[in-house]
């Protein structure tokens, strides 16, 4: 029997999110959630394709439990992890700094680095490691692969990863710029490319994740040359929750003057900043409503997200020299055309121009809503992390069979 099921994990601190996929002809087979583990009553919604989803709430005290739980539901649909399609188990991990540039198969020097990257990825790290800890006790024999977020990244030039700091300091740190959401860009960016009929290598395109979290990023013929989060997420646009740019200095005068804690400034500009502090809403299409119903604060908040990733598009515009595409991305990217028309707007002496009635069209699959003419192509390119992290295990251990 061939080995080419994948199933990819995204484990967070409370949640499990996976998918089952065939590489023959990269179908998805399954996806689900498990939520709220190690609460008084977690939930798993499982869906397999062509079928409909099922509901479950009751208690998963760990990512064990979760695991099982998830082997039991694609049992039901003859899709059980103890079957011998299954060809790796692919985990996203969140961080891994400076050292992984690859994807990688697990080992224990493997789950030692990625564990002394804990400090730098507190809240991410220690899940992703439950997660591939959790899988290789229920599957000893399959290989684990790591794909990390950071990954993509690690191409950056020293002039785009370093930030202008005292040296020692910062290397005895590892302070440095990393980025993140790299699976998403690398996808993206190669898509793109698709979408246009060119060789990725012969592309330079800008790709704007906007979802929850948001980040931009600088691709040169496939390689990341510049991106907007930093050592952690919270660098770069104006985000869900998050405050994104801002002088450091903020900081030590809400210590100084505003009497706050480290933690509490962590909390503020990671949870309460962004379009929630700007306007008490982090949803775009609750944002939207408002703007139209005249609300002030809901237009503020538009315009200072809108601002910003205006100036990153104009940034790396600069960083790239000629740019052939701007791609967008992500729940907000890819769904939300007001945010579209509003960033391009303006940009025609750049050669960016958005058709408002392409823009409009609403769809699935990758698409120009440039008109046919323009200098530098605009594309709504939908992210899909899972079938890349899938993709990228796949062909390891096809390489390493
Ligand atoms: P995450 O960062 O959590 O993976 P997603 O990429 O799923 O986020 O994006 C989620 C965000 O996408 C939501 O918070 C919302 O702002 C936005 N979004 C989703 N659907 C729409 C829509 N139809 N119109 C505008 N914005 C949308």
């Given at each position: 029997?061939?080995?080419?099921?994948?199933?990819?994990?995204?484990?967070?601190?409370?949640?499990?999110?996976?998918?089952?996929?065939?590489?023959?002809?990269?179908?998805?087979?399954?996806?689900?959630?498990?939520?709220?583990?190690?609460?008084?009553?977690?939930?798993?919604?499982?869906t397999?394709?062509?079928?409909?989803?099922?509901?479950?709430?009751?208690?998963?005290?760990?990512?064990?439990?979760?695991?099982?739980?998830?082997?039991?539901e694609?049992?039901?649909?003859?899709?059980?992890?103890?079957?011998?399609?299954?060809?790796?188990?692919?985990?996203r991990v969140?961080?891994g700094?400076?050292h992984?540039?690859?994807?990688?198969?697990?080992d224990?020097?493997?789950?030692?680095?990625?564990?002394?990257?804990?400090?730098?990825?507190?809240?991410?790290?220690?899940?992703?490691?439950?997660?591939?800890?959790?899988?290789?006790?229920?599957?000893?024999?399959l290989?684990?692969?790591?794909?990390?977020?950071?990954?993509?990244?690690?191409?950056?030039?020293?002039?785009?990863?370093?930030?202008?700091?005292?040296?020692?300091?910062?290397?005895?740190?590892r302070?440095?710029?990393?980025?993140?959401?790299?699976?998403?860009?690398?996808?993206?960016?190669?898509?793109?490319a698709?979408?246009?009929?060119?060789?990725?290598?012969?592309?330079?395109?800008?790709?704007?994740?906007?979802?929850?979290?948001?980040?931009?990023?600088?691709?040169?013929?496939?390689?990341c040359?510049?991106?907007?989060?930093g050592?952690?997420?919270?660098?770069?646009?104006?985000?869900?929750?998050?405050?994104?740019?801002?002088?450091?200095?903020?900081?030590?005068?809400?210590?100084?003057?505003?009497?706050?804690?480290?933690?509490?400034?962590?909390?503020?500009?990671?949870?309460?900043s962004?379009?929630?502090?700007?306007?008490?809403?982090?949803?775009?299409?609750?944002?939207?409503?408002?703007?139209?119903?005249?609300?002030?604060?809901?237009?503020l908040?538009?315009?200072?997200?809108?601002?910003?990733?205006?100036?990153?598009?104009?940034?790396?515009?600069?960083v790239?020299?000629?740019?052939?595409?701007?791609?967008?991305?992500a729940?907000?990217?890819?769904?939300?055309a007001?945010?579209?028309?509003?960033?391009?707007?303006?940009?025609?002496?750049?050669?960016?121009?958005?058709?408002?009635?392409?823009?409009?069209?609403?769809?699935?699959?990758?698409?120009?809503?440039?008109?046919a003419?323009?200098?530098?192509?605009?594309?709504?390119v939908?992210?899909?992390?899972?079938?890349?992290?899938?993709?990228?295990?796949?062909?390891?251990?096809?390489?390493?069979?």
């Amino acid at each position: 029997m061939s080995r080419t099921r994948v199933l990819v994990l995204n484990s967070g601190s409370s949640s499990v999110k996976y998918q089952l996929l065939d590489m023959r002809g990269s179908d998805r087979l399954a996806m689900g959630l498990v939520e709220r583990i190690g609460e008084e009553t977690s939930r798993l919604r499982h869906t397999p394709t062509g079928g409909l989803s099922r509901e479950w709430s009751g208690s998963v005290p760990d990512h064990d439990a979760a695991l099982k739980a998830v082997a039991a539901e694609l049992a039901k649909d003859g899709l059980g992890l103890d079957s011998p399609e299954l060809a790796a188990i692919g985990h996203r991990v969140v961080h891994g700094g400076k050292h992984f540039t690859e994807p990688t198969v697990v080992d224990d020097a493997v789950l030692a680095e990625i564990e002394r990257l804990i400090p730098v990825a507190p809240l991410h790290n220690p899940a992703n490691l439950t997660g591939i800890r959790t899988a290789q006790a229920l599957r000893p024999d399959l290989p684990q692969v790591a794909v990390f977020d950071t990954a993509f990244h690690t191409t950056m030039p020293e002039s785009a990863a370093r930030y202008a700091i005292d040296v020692e300091t910062a290397d005895a740190h590892r302070v440095r710029r990393y980025g993140f959401h790299g699976t998403s860009h690398a996808y993206v960016s190669r898509e793109t490319a698709r979408l246009l009929g060119r060789a990725p290598e012969d592309v330079n395109v800008i790709v704007l994740h906007l979802g929850n979290g948001a980040s931009a990023s600088a691709v040169r013929g496939g390689r990341c040359v510049d991106t907007s989060m930093g050592l952690t997420p919270l660098e770069g646009l104006v985000m869900g929750t998050r405050s994104g740019d801002m002088d450091p200095a903020v900081i030590f005068h809400l210590m100084r003057v505003g009497g706050m804690s480290a933690d509490e400034i962590d909390t503020l500009l990671n949870k309460r900043s962004g379009l929630i502090g700007l306007c008490g809403d982090n949803d775009m299409r609750e944002i939207r409503r408002r703007v139209d119903a005249g609300d002030e604060r809901a237009r503020l908040a538009f315009d200072i997200y809108i601002h910003r990733l205006k100036k990153y598009i104009g940034a790396y515009y600069a960083v790239l020299g000629r740019v052939d595409a701007v791609a967008f991305t992500a729940g907000v990217g890819e769904n939300a055309a007001p945010v579209r028309e509003a960033a391009v707007a303006g940009l025609e002496g750049l050669g960016l121009v958005v058709d408002a009635g392409l823009n409009a069209v609403r769809a699935d699959r990758a698409r120009l809503i440039s008109p046919a003419d323009a200098r530098v192509a605009v594309a709504v390119v939908p992210t899909d992390e899972e079938m890349e992290i899938a993709t990228q295990t796949y062909a390891l251990v096809e390489k390493e069979r």
